[in-house]
């Protein structure tokens, strides 16, 4: 559908064209260097962009190529790049975000699992003892942390951790020259990385452990709950089977749908670290006018959300006997 959209739109044919566009630009350079005279200039110009144009099949409606645009998003041949590069210096957008995913994964996914952990951790705690002195002292503590600019928070831990204390490295990946060694590299890494987790946790986890607390909190006032109190059953068979049981669905759903959102990088969080991942990538192929990076993007991004939609299908069946599907 995104593929027939982008066509139908004329989308595409824009994109193509200002690929055209980019590459022609490219060769009236190259031959200004040898053709002195503009009308020769113009005229191989003008064959260059009609062989460019018949390569991209503009010369045809978008229908032509509709055919072999799906074969190469369902085989993830996604292009190539026209200004960024990998590491390695390869040019295609799957080694690229190859690259840049892991890199993410390491930082922004390692920080959300860290924010999801103490959510579930801090959450049913203040649920239990709502309304008091702790929970109202902690849902300010909680709100604090959500209203934190995330690059405000980055700004500040460089300038103190980096600059004043020198404790942390003030940015990048790993240090230049890199450690000799496969466990002085990793090491190296998780220490530019901690920095940046710190940050990403600081700011995240306080909306994370306030909505694990609601959602806790609704469950924990239902009329069954107050039956197994009466009961007499002790108050972590109440947590454990009754209320986080309950509680699970809307819970796992916001765990699943924001570390799928994770793998989509932080532009910001990324861009003050300059933390090579997907956020930045997104960030410098906008810079760039990278059409093909951008719309490759857009494509993984929108893929790993309809993953984890359908894992959380599946989950739904498993958390909650009452769901069934025909």
Known sequence: MVVVSLGATGFSDR???ATVNEEVRAVRIGLAQTIRDPLLLEQAVAERRLQLEAFYSLDKPWYYRLPDTVRRVVTFDLGEARTLRSTEGSSRVVDLLAERLSNTVLLITTASVITAI???IIGPRLASRAGSRLDRFSCLVLAVSYALPAWWVG???VLIFAFEWGIF?????????SPDGIIARVGDTLWHAALPVIT????SFGSWAYSVRTMVLNTAQEPFVTVGRAKGLPENILERRYILRAAAPPIITSLILGLAG?????ILTETVFNWPGMGRLYYDAIIAADETVIVALTFVFTLIYLVARFVLEILYIWLDPRIRYA
């Open 262 to 266: 994770s793998l989509g990088g932080a």
């Open 118 to 120: 103490l959510g579930l």
């Open 15 to 17: 994109m193509l064209q």
């Open 155 to 157: 700004i500040f831990m």
């Open 169 to 177: 490295p003030y940015g990048g990946m790993v240090s230049a020259p």
């Open 200 to 203: 990403l946790v600081l700011v």
